[in-house]
């Protein structure tokens, strides 16, 4: 975890290796933004280096300086806003700051004075430039995880994340200041297990070691999360057909996975249900193998889940907040599951499965139903749950559908203070009948066209009368299969977690 300061001092006269200072985009050129506090010696001596540099200031552009005077720094990094015109917006202080201290591996301590005094500007910066952090180490030498500890000063592990990130702000003693760093670092710690859990092998996370993954971290949470898990006997005896369906292909046996904080004189509750396929290989309606190599994320919405719970105990909202992992893995064996069965639902629903690559709304229709039973104050399931979702709003987008337009907006407007992109979509009730089967309650997919919201509108069966519910398709926005940009890796990306804690903070009042 990389440990989150503020510091009053002047930019230039903070101790770390690094210090990071923000550029906009101006005439087609790069300026240095506003408010730097810095010696005329010094900026003069930035804005010639920019000129020299032909720099843009535009987003993601990242330029390092060495020995610059006035500055104890060794290091000067520049990244770029974009055009500013009122003021930079949190997104762009958040990615700015996250694709600096993304760029500087081996570099142990990082200074990072951007535009902006207020909670929200601070608390931008804070997570752009904590997200950043980032690193994943992979399968080396036995070693699994993300370098979660920063390199020493000059230190030998070039790969290594900077280990303290100090912001610079002239309200560091300021009480909601110091109050939005810590939430900061707790969101990006949490995002970091994500990521971390979306990024390992499937051989390595499958339900009964994600399961493991949980329990063990609520071991070591410094606040009480309540872990169940139930395993594959318990689904069968409690009767959830969809997941026990979906992961009877597999050696490995399927999970539930509740996990809950609840403290005192909660102002409210609130269930999440995650889709935790560890591994999708479509089951006997199997995927090309290209279209494999990715997953090993069809879990990320599960992944998304815990780690919300985790940052909302850690945080002492005072909101309840239960997580539903629904975790399986689809195989294709003698016992898979075959298109036509029919299975029964937790809630008695019959089902006729059409497609055994659409399963996640399989696993999820029965963890929507268990989630009910507690009657919370409102669901939200998120999945990466179909390709349609990508096709209509592309990787970075995630769509959301509910059964109350209030809350839609609702969810949308947490996105949107998350600084995490999602559009709204309808679930059109004319689309309902492709969902009629002849020999069940239910068919379990529709047609082609409109996947992303047919797939909505069967997760809509599930929900208890009354409840609002609200389904967070992530398929595209949760793995990142092109270039880091902003603070976002390559690879998993912990979406989710902060639009979830926002939605959880906003029942805090």
């Not at 503020?6 to 923000?22: E, T």
């Not at 843009?56 to 055009?83: I, Q, R």
């Not at 993300?146 to 610079?168: E, M, Q, S």
Request: hydrophobic share 45%; proline share 5%; aromatic share 4%.
């Amino acid at each position: 975890m990389t440990t989150v300061n503020l510091s009053d001092r002047s930019a230039h006269d903070v101790r770390a290796v690094a210090l990071v200072l923000a550029t906009v985009s101006s005439g087609g050129s790069a300026a240095l933004a506003e408010g730097h506090g810095l010696p005329r010696e010094t900026a003069n001596h930035l804005t010639s280096a920019l000129a020299t540099l032909s720099a843009k200031g535009k987003a993601d552009e990242v330029l390092k300086l060495a020995a610059v005077p006035g500055v104890k720094a060794p290091l000067v990094v520049l990244t770029g806003l974009g055009e500013v015109t009122d003021g930079p917006s949190t997104e762009s202080l958040r990615r700015a700051a996250g694709a600096a201290t993304r760029a500087l591996s081996g570099v142990g301590t990082v200074a990072v004075a951007l535009p902006g005094t207020g909670a929200d500007e601070v608390a931008a910066v804070a997570e752009g430039a904590a997200l950043g952090c980032y690193r994943y180490a992979g399968v080396r030498g036995g070693s699994a995880g993300r370098t979660a500890k920063g390199g020493k000063d000059g230190g030998k592990d070039k790969d290594a994340a900077p280990g303290t990130v100090t912001v610079v702000t002239g309200a560091a003693k300021d009480k909601a200041v110091k109050a939005a760093a810590k939430r900061a670092a707790v969101l990006a710690d949490a995002t970091a297990y994500a990521r971390d859990l979306v990024n390992s092998p499937p051989n390595l996370l499958f339900p009964q070691s994600f399961a493991d993954s949980v329990k063990e971290r609520a071991g070591a949470a410094s606040a009480k999360v309540a872990v169940k898990v139930l395993d594959e006997k318990a689904l069968l005896k409690g009767g959830f057909g969809g997941i026990v369906g979906v992961g009877q292909g597999s050696a490995n046996p399927p999970r539930i996975v509740e996990l809950s904080w609840k403290p005192a004189r909660a102002k409210a509750s609130l269930a999440l249900v995650g889709k935790g396929i560890t591994f999708d290989s479509g089951g006997l309606c199997i995927k090309p193998p290209a279209s494999m190599l990715t997953m090993k994320s069809d879990m990320a919405g599960a992944a998304a889940v815990a780690a919300t719970v985790f940052a909302a105990a850690e945080l002492g909202l005072p909101v309840a907040v239960t997580g539903y992992l629904c975790l399986a893995e689809n195989m294709p064996s003698g016992t898979a599951q075959r298109p036509g069965d029919v299975v029964t639902m937790r809630d008695g629903t019959t089902v006729e499965i059409i497609d055994t690559d659409a399963e996640g709304r399989m696993v999820l229709g029965d963890g929507i139903c268990l989630a009910g039973e507690s009657t919370p104050d409102a669901i939200v399931d998120i999945a990466t749950l179909t390709g349609a979702q990508m096709v209509a709003l592309g990787a970075r987008v995630a769509g959301i559908m509910a059964n109350d337009d209030a809350f839609r907006d609702t969810v949308r407007d947490a996105a949107q203070r998350a600084g995490e992109a999602a559009w709204p979509m309808p679930l059109p009730d004319d689309l309902r009948p492709q969902l009629d089967s002849t020999v069940a309650d239910l068919a379990h997919k529709g047609e082609r066209w409109g996947g992303m919201l047919t797939a909505g509108l069967f997760l809509k069966q599930f929900v208890g009368e009354g409840l609002p519910w609200a389904h967070i398709d992530i398929a595209g926005p949760s793995f990142n299969e092109g270039g880091a940009w902003g603070h976002t890796p390559k690879g998993g990306t912990g979406f989710g977690v902060a639009t979830l804690l926002s939605l959880a903070e906003g029942y805090a009042g």
